[in-house]
């Protein structure tokens, strides 16, 4: 049973007197626990793609389910809801509220959603033992590294136990030594906390941590990559880069 | 609520002096709107007291026809008595006097609706009726004895400590026949009826009161207190008409509480004024409440998308921005009464002088209280509506955006339609709509804002064109970085607009203060020049006879001298009601001497009507007379003389502002014939060219000072008076224009600090390249001018609208025909005002951005 299924996805774009097939009819799914990236040049669809699957937007023709739920004609209310209580997300720029602490902002999706946090006291605890900063969770975001941030990020996309964690460009801020750490983080919340990760990505480096790799062009999917799980990364790597000098020649 | 806690709270905090400093707006117009209030409530309940605590329980008074200065025979008190349903008739003779040996001699009892008699205005009465109408508090020695010729006397107690008098003392007054001896019996406090002139009052036997001042058997009013105490309206209207009845046309039956309506109207029309001025306050209040939301929510624009990334609905962050609202609506209007409370008091001192009346302490009524905090909440919530609104319509996808791009949508492209029609209307309504009434005026208060939020609208669509045009003068001035700088205002455009538009509330609201403040001063300085003519203003507490005008005449030195008489005549207006006017009588060709007539409009012959003035029974009337009842030369007045109702033929139309302009000018022939007033009030004295004044001033005070009892004041020092007065009066809107350019000023700070935020990148790559940090701040100061220009010459243009607006509405309330004025260098000075503001704001954001370090900014996100 998948958690998130894409079904003959199109997304058109109005530039002016001209419309643009940002997305061209996309068919994917998901499975509960999975690790998916999704790669491709500049312009290739996947944000937009992101946008559709996180119900940040509604795709022009075709359906997305997500945990059973249609996400294509919702109300913007509906979607709200739909996105609070199915979809963690995680920023390129982490995106923490610089008057909260660590503790709070992991907290924030709850305390929106009018529950009380002291019942997530277990989680809570729990997600700052899995992303290390059991220590700092007084701190505030302009006391924390960038690496540590992210990692606050993440622990708050994780809080309300999502059905997808859709993650953009996690790493595209951090250096490479903090980056690895942040996908390291990002694979053990699937095996360890069973969750569905997709993160959008252009590096490599960060893709090779994913089960699966979804290849975008021209906004099609032109190849899902799926190496053995038992691949080491190295060989994962080779294989994605050579996907990718396929793709651009 | 613990999303409030978190969110709003924390934000809140973490800009606390952004948040405080928004709320100025508010503050102020609550404070203001409060004070004034409250302020004048306690002065309208201070004057009202006054005249019943005077007027006692005394329902209805008798008083001589013709004019208030003539008695009548004590003999009236039969006809009185043959009136059924009267209970006490109480009759009283008014004499003004002065304390021998007075030494208050250079001093004028002066308010900004007149001067007061000062002196000692002593009541002669008869002791047994007066204690059955009035209630004195007895606070040292007794009441006057039943003996009805006794030397006797009980002050009010405040004079007699001025004066250092105590029980027992024999004091020596002034009257017609020379200094006489009366003895202090008692002293009573200064409230009730001892609140009379002021305080400068004494009670003295009716007979005693006849015989020193020369009045024989002579009363001047006779007050009625009815069987019934407390008489419906109808029971006391036939009363008095049942007492008009039987006195017959040569007595006036009135009801006592009328004379207060003069100062009341006086008061109203003060008021007006200084509620518009609150009004805008809390509509400037609103727009900068506007502008710091708009500002916050631009700002945290991408926040509010990660919370609706993260499930926050739009019904939430609306919410949120609303709480926010909320918070700073009940914290501007908590400070604004708190404020208010202090500012009563000032105002309350300023109508104290303004009125030159006492005014009791100032309680604020929980009525006006909720009314402020109310309005002072309910604007805030209004203010805030739109941008709460924008917050919930912010994209989730805002969040996953590089910052720096805020949207800039249809309010750019299209706003400029709607803000010129918004001006166009409000304009057109403006004008359409002069304000006769106060409904309308005030409905044309509100218009004001559609104007601000019109010229604001129009910023987006011209930057480009303001920018454009400005550019060289800030290259000229900035070298290359004036360039940048310059080229950087069109980049975040809703920003600059905020920024800009609340300069141009600031500069405008100067602008409006100033040509406000100018046409008032401005004419009301030409009318004191001629009003107060010649040199020398001699004026006495006591009567003078019109031979010492003579004498001081012969005097060493003195060019002319010209009498003055003002004395209350009732007058039958054109809709047949009574009105009491003010009569100016002057010798007139002796007048013209000394000093001119200020005629209004060129549809007078000056020496034509000044001869008809001399030589007929003739008028002048006031410029407001005119106005307000439509009337013109060659139209008649009906004044009531001696011998009743008369009508004078109006022979010119002069700026008089005496008395709220309810003046009529006449001849010295015309007082004495049709109103049998033969002293005078007032000396005008011209000095010789080349005479020194002082020396003239010393000699008249040697001379006549002490034998007439004489004030001689140089009119240089009573129009230093009357100028101090009014600067008090209007410094009220100086200040108020000024913390509104204080607050526009945050703006600047505001916008600047952002725009060098999101651009740290962008700075630290200029730097890299060669950039120095003194062309980086520059660059900001630049942008910052170019800002204040545009804000100020904005605000010069509304400004100017408004100034109108504001003296057209009240003009036409006040009554007041006044030139508009507005002196360039207000203009000018605004101007200066604004760049100074903005390059002053600009120097923290600048300075931010000189310390950019390169490598951290170029790695920064």
């Given at each position: 049973?998948?958690?998130?299924?894409?079904?003959?996805?199109?997304?058109?774009?109005?530039?002016?007197?001209?419309?643009?097939?940002?997305?061209?009819?996309?068919?994917?799914?998901?499975?509960?626990?999975?690790?998916?990236?999704?790669?491709?040049?500049?312009?290739?669809?996947?944000?937009?793609?992101?946008?559709?699957?996180?119900?940040?937007?509604?795709?022009?023709?075709?359906?997305?389910?997500?945990?059973?739920?249609?996400l294509?004609?919702?109300?913007?209310?509906?979607?709200?809801?739909?996105?609070?209580?199915?979809?963690?997300?995680?920023?390129?720029?982490?995106?923490?509220?610089?008057?909260?602490?660590?503790?709070?902002?992991?907290?924030?999706?709850?305390?929106?959603?009018?529950?009380?946090?002291?019942?997530?006291?277990?989680?809570?605890?729990s997600?700052?033992?899995?992303?290390?900063?059991?220590?700092?969770?007084?701190?505030?975001?302009?006391?924390?590294?960038?690496?540590?941030?992210?990692?606050?990020?993440?622990?708050?996309?994780?809080?309300?136990?999502?059905a997808?964690?859709?993650?953009?460009?996690?790493?595209?801020?951090?250096?490479?030594?903090?980056?690895?750490?942040?996908?390291?983080?990002?694979?053990?919340?699937?095996?360890?906390?069973?969750?569905?990760?997709?993160?959008?990505?252009?590096?490599?480096?960060?893709?090779?941590?994913?089960?699966?790799?979804?290849?975008?062009?021209?906004?099609?999917?032109?190849?899902?990559?799926?190496?053995?799980s038992?691949?080491?990364?190295?060989?994962?790597?080779?294989?994605?880069?050579?996907?990718?000098?396929?793709?651009?020649? | 609520?613990?999303l409030?806690?978190?969110?709003?709270?924390?934000?809140?905090?973490?800009?606390?002096?952004?948040?405080?400093?928004?709320?100025?707006?508010?503050?102020?117009?609550?404070?203001?709107?409060?004070?004034?209030?409250?302020?004048?409530?306690?002065?309208?309940?201070?004057?009202?007291?006054?005249?019943?605590?005077?007027?006692?329980?005394?329902?209805?008074?008798?008083?001589?026809?013709?004019?208030?200065?003539?008695?009548?025979?004590?003999?009236?008190?039969?006809?009185?008595?043959?009136?059924?349903?009267?209970?006490?008739?109480?009759?009283?003779?008014?004499?003004?006097?002065?304390?021998?040996?007075?030494?208050?001699?250079?001093?004028?009892?002066i308010?900004?609706?007149?001067?007061?008699?000062?002196?000692?205005?002593?009541?002669?009465?008869?002791?047994a009726?007066?204690?059955?109408?009035?209630?004195?508090?007895?606070?040292?020695?007794?009441?006057?004895?039943?003996?009805?010729?006794?030397?006797?006397?009980?002050?009010?107690?405040?004079?007699?400590?001025?004066?250092?008098?105590?029980?027992?003392?024999?004091?020596?007054?002034?009257?017609?026949?020379?200094?006489?001896?009366?003895?202090?019996?008692?002293?009573?406090?200064?409230?009730?009826?001892?609140?009379?002139?002021?305080?400068?009052?004494?009670?003295?036997?009716?007979?005693?009161?006849?015989?020193?001042?020369?009045?024989?058997?002579?009363?001047?009013?006779?007050?009625?207190?009815?069987?019934?105490?407390?008489?419906?309206?109808?029971?006391?209207?036939?009363?008095?008409?049942a007492?008009?009845?039987?006195?017959?046309?040569?007595?006036?039956?009135?009801?006592?509480?009328?004379?207060?309506?003069?100062?009341?109207?006086?008061?109203?029309?003060?008021?007006?004024?200084?509620?518009?001025?609150?009004?805008?306050?809390?509509?400037?209040?609103?727009?900068?409440?506007?502008?710091?939301?708009?500002?916050?929510?631009?700002?945290?624009?991408?926040?509010?998308?990660?919370?609706?990334?993260?499930?926050?609905?739009?019904?939430?962050?609306?919410?949120?921005?609303?709480?926010?609202?909320?918070?700073?609506?009940?914290?501007?209007?908590?400070?604004?009464?708190?404020?208010?409370?202090?500012?009563?008091?000032?105002?309350?001192?300023?109508?104290?002088?303004?009125?030159?009346?006492?005014i009791?302490?100032?309680a604020?009524?929980?009525?006006?209280?909720?009314?402020?905090?109310?309005?002072?909440?309910?604007?805030?919530?209004?203010?805030?509506?739109?941008?709460?609104?924008?917050?919930?319509?912010?994209?989730?996808?805002?969040?996953?955006?590089?910052?720096?791009?805020?949207?800039?949508?249809?309010?750019?492209?299209?706003?400029?339609?709607?803000?010129?029609?918004?001006?166009?209307g409000?304009?057109?309504?403006?004008?359409?709509?002069?304000?006769?009434?106060?409904?309308?005026?005030?409905?044309?208060?509100?218009?004001?804002?559609?104007?601000?939020?019109?010229?604001?609208?129009?910023?987006?669509?011209?930057?480009?064109?303001?920018?454009?045009?400005?550019?060289?003068?800030?290259?000229?001035?900035?070298g290359?970085s004036?360039?940048?700088?310059?080229?950087?205002?069109?980049?975040?455009?809703?920003?600059?607009?905020?920024?800009?538009?609340?300069?141009?509330?600031?500069?405008?609201?100067?602008?409006?203060?100033?040509?406000?403040?100018e046409?008032?001063?401005?004419?009301?300085?030409?009318?004191?020049?001629a009003?107060?003519?010649?040199?020398?203003?001699?004026?006495?507490?006591?009567?003078?006879?019109?031979?010492?005008?003579?004498?001081?005449?012969?005097?060493?030195?003195?060019?002319?001298?010209?009498?003055?008489?003002?004395?209350?005549?009732?007058?039958?207006?054109?809709?047949?009601?009574?009105?009491?006017?003010?009569?100016?009588?002057?010798?007139?060709?002796?007048?013209?001497?000394?000093?001119?007539?200020?005629?209004?409009g060129?549809?007078?012959?000056?020496d034509?009507?000044?001869?008809?003035?001399?030589?007929?029974?003739?008028?002048?009337?006031?410029?407001?007379?005119?106005?307000?009842?439509?009337?013109?030369?060659?139209?008649?007045v009906n004044?009531?003389?001696?011998?009743?109702?008369?009508?004078?033929?109006?022979?010119?139309?002069?700026?008089?502002?005496y008395?709220?302009?309810?003046?009529?000018?006449?001849?010295?022939?015309?007082?004495?014939?049709?109103?049998?007033?033969?002293?005078?009030?007032?000396?005008?004295?011209?000095?010789?060219?080349?005479?020194?004044?002082?020396?003239?001033?010393?000699?008249?005070?040697?001379?006549?000072?002490?034998?007439y009892?004489?004030?001689?004041?140089?009119?240089?020092?009573?129009?230093?008076?009357?100028?101090?007065?009014m600067?008090?009066?209007?410094?009220?809107?100086?200040?108020?224009?000024?913390i509104?350019?204080?607050?526009g000023?945050?703006?600047?700070?505001?916008?600047?600090?952002?725009?060098?935020?999101?651009?740290?990148?962008?700075?630290?790559?200029?730097?890299?390249?060669?950039?120095?940090?003194?062309?980086?701040?520059?660059?900001?100061?630049?942008?910052?001018?170019?800002?204040?220009?545009?804000?100020?010459?904005?605000?010069?243009?509304?400004?100017?609208?408004?100034?109108?607006?504001?003296?057209?509405?009240?003009?036409?309330?006040?009554?007041?025909?006044?030139?508009?004025?507005?002196?360039?260098q207000?203009?000018?000075?605004?101007?200066?005002?604004a760049?100074?503001?903005?390059?002053?704001?600009?120097?923290?954001?600048?300075?931010?951005?000189?310390?950019?370090?390169?490598?951290?900014?170029?790695?920064?996100?």
């Open positions: 049973m998948p958690v998130l299924e894409a079904k003959e996805i199109r997304k058109q774009y109005k530039l002016g007197k001209h419309t643009v097939d940002a997305l061209a009819g996309v068919n994917f799914q998901v499975e509960k626990g999975e690790f998916v990236a999704i790669m491709g040049p500049s312009g290739s669809g996947k944000s937009t793609l992101l946008h559709l699957l996180g119900g940040l937007d509604s795709p022009s023709q075709g359906n997305i389910f997500l945990a059973d739920q249609s294509a004609k919702l109300s913007e209310r509906k979607a709200t809801l739909a996105r609070r209580h199915n979809v963690g997300f995680v920023f390129q720029f982490f995106n923490l509220l610089p008057t909260l602490n660590a503790e709070e902002n992991i907290l924030l999706p709850v305390i929106i959603d009018g529950k009380n946090p002291k019942k997530y006291k277990d989680r809570l605890n997600l700052l033992d899995l992303i290390g900063l059991q220590d700092r969770r007084h701190h505030k975001p302009d006391q924390l590294s960038g690496g540590e941030q992210q990692r606050v990020a993440i622990a708050r996309s994780l809080i309300t136990e999502p997808i964690l859709l993650a953009d460009e996690p790493t595209g801020n951090l250096d490479s030594k903090t980056g690895t750490a942040i996908m390291e983080l990002l694979r053990r919340s699937c095996q360890e906390l069973q969750q569905t990760v997709i993160v959008v990505t252009h590096d490599p480096k960060a893709a090779a941590y994913a089960d699966r790799v979804i290849f975008l062009r021209d906004g099609l999917i032109v190849q899902d990559y799926k190496p053995a038992d691949m080491p990364l190295t060989d994962r790597l080779r294989g994605i880069m050579g996907t990718m000098e396929k793709l651009e020649s | 609520m613990r409030t806690r978190l969110l709003t709270f924390r934000s809140i905090r973490s800009r606390s002096f952004r948040f405080l400093l928004s709320a100025f707006g508010i503050i102020l117009g609550v404070a203001g709107l409060l004070a004034i209030r409250s302020t004048n409530q306690a002065a309208l309940g201070s004057i009202s007291k006054l005249f019943e605590s005077t007027s006692g329980r005394a329902k209805l008074t008798v008083a001589s026809a013709a004019t208030d200065e003539t008695g009548f025979s004590i003999r009236a008190l039969k006809d009185v008595s043959k009136v059924d349903g009267i209970q006490v008739a109480s009759p009283f003779v008014k004499a003004q006097s002065d304390l021998a040996d007075d030494t208050k001699s250079d001093t004028l009892d308010g900004l609706f007149g001067t007061n008699s000062g002196g000692l205005l002593l009541h002669g009465i008869l002791p009726q007066e204690q059955l109408i009035r209630d004195y508090k007895l606070v040292a020695g007794r009441f006057l004895s039943d003996d009805p010729e006794v030397r006797e006397v009980v002050l009010v107690e405040s004079f007699a400590e001025d004066e250092k008098v105590v029980v027992g003392d024999l004091i020596e007054i002034i009257t017609p026949n020379g200094v006489k001896e009366l003895k202090v019996v008692g002293l009573v406090s200064r409230d009730g009826p001892g609140q009379t002139n002021n305080g400068n009052f004494g009670i003295i036997p009716l007979e005693t009161a006849q015989q020193m001042f020369n009045r024989g058997s002579d009363i001047d009013q006779i007050d009625i207190v009815p069987v019934n105490q407390n008489p419906t309206t109808k029971e006391l209207a036939a009363l008095r008409d007492l008009q009845a039987e006195m017959g046309r040569d007595y006036s039956v009135t009801y006592p509480s009328g004379q207060g309506q003069r100062m009341t109207q006086m008061l109203q029309n003060y008021q007006i004024g200084l509620n518009f001025m609150s009004g805008i306050a809390l509509f400037v209040g609103a727009f900068l409440i506007y502008n710091a939301f708009a500002m916050t929510v631009v700002e945290r624009t991408r926040e509010f998308g990660m919370l609706r990334t993260i499930g926050m609905t739009r019904g939430q962050v609306t919410g949120q921005v609303f709480i926010e609202a909320a918070m700073l609506g009940v914290l501007g209007a908590g400070l604004g009464v708190g404020l208010g409370i202090v500012l009563a008091r000032g105002l309350t001192r300023l109508m104290e002088i303004i009125l030159n009346q006492q009791g302490t100032v604020i009524s929980p009525a006006d209280m909720t009314l402020s905090i109310g309005l002072g909440v309910g604007v805030t919530f209004l203010a805030a509506g739109i941008p709460a609104w924008q917050a919930g319509r912010i994209s989730p996808m805002e969040a996953l955006r590089v910052r720096g791009k805020s949207k800039e949508g249809w309010v750019i492209r299209f706003g400029w339609i709607g803000g010129l029609l918004m001006l166009a409000s304009i057109y309504l403006l004008i359409l709509n002069p304000f006769s009434y106060d409904v309308q005026f005030r409905l044309g208060s509100m218009t004001v804002f559609g104007l601000f939020t019109g010229a604001t609208l129009l910023i987006p669509a011209t930057v480009g064109v303001w920018e454009f045009i400005a550019r060289p003068v800030m290259k000229l001035i900035y290359a004036g360039n940048l700088g310059s080229r950087n205002i069109q980049r975040s455009r809703v920003r600059t607009t905020l920024t800009v538009a609340a300069l141009m509330v600031g500069v405008a609201m100067v602008i409006m203060v100033r040509g406000m403040t046409s008032f001063a401005g004419d009301l300085r030409t009318w004191i020049n009003y107060l003519g010649g040199d020398i203003y001699v004026t006495s507490s006591v009567k003078l006879r019109s031979d010492i005008g003579d004498r001081i005449e012969s005097t060493e030195g003195v060019a002319a001298v010209t009498p003055i008489r003002y004395f209350n005549v009732d007058w039958r207006t054109p809709a047949g009601e009574t009105e009491k006017l003010n009569f100016m009588a002057m010798d007139v060709r002796a007048y013209t001497t000394v000093t001119n007539f200020v005629f209004s060129d549809q007078t012959d000056p034509t009507a000044v001869n008809r003035l001399a030589d007929e029974p003739t008028v002048f009337i006031s410029s407001v007379l005119a106005e307000k009842y439509n009337l013109k030369v060659g139209d008649t004044l009531k003389s001696r011998s009743g109702y008369r009508e004078f033929e109006i022979v010119g139309v002069v700026v008089d502002f008395n709220q302009g309810l003046v009529v000018q006449g001849g010295w022939e015309t007082m004495r014939r049709y109103f049998g007033i033969d002293d005078a009030s007032t000396f005008y004295v011209k000095v010789e060219p080349g005479v020194s004044v002082d020396r003239v001033q010393n000699f008249i005070e040697s001379e006549y000072g002490k034998r009892h004489l004030t001689i004041i140089a009119n240089d020092s009573i129009r230093g008076q009357v100028t101090d007065l600067d008090q009066a209007f410094s009220m809107f100086d200040v108020m224009a000024l509104s350019i204080v607050v000023s945050l703006g600047v700070v505001n916008t600047l600090t952002m725009s060098v935020i999101e651009r740290t990148r962008e700075i630290g790559m200029l730097r890299a390249i060669g950039t120095t940090r003194g062309q980086v701040v520059k660059m900001v100061l630049a942008e910052a001018a170019l800002m204040g220009v545009i804000g100020g010459l904005l605000g010069i243009a509304t400004g100017i609208v408004l100034a109108r607006i504001l003296f057209i509405g009240m003009t036409t309330m006040s009554g007041y025909q006044l030139t508009f004025t507005l002196p360039p207000a203009i000018w000075l605004s101007l200066v005002i760049l100074i503001v903005s390059q002053v704001a600009a120097i923290p954001p600048a300075l931010r951005a000189a310390r950019v370090r390169i490598l951290e900014a170029v790695q920064y996100e």
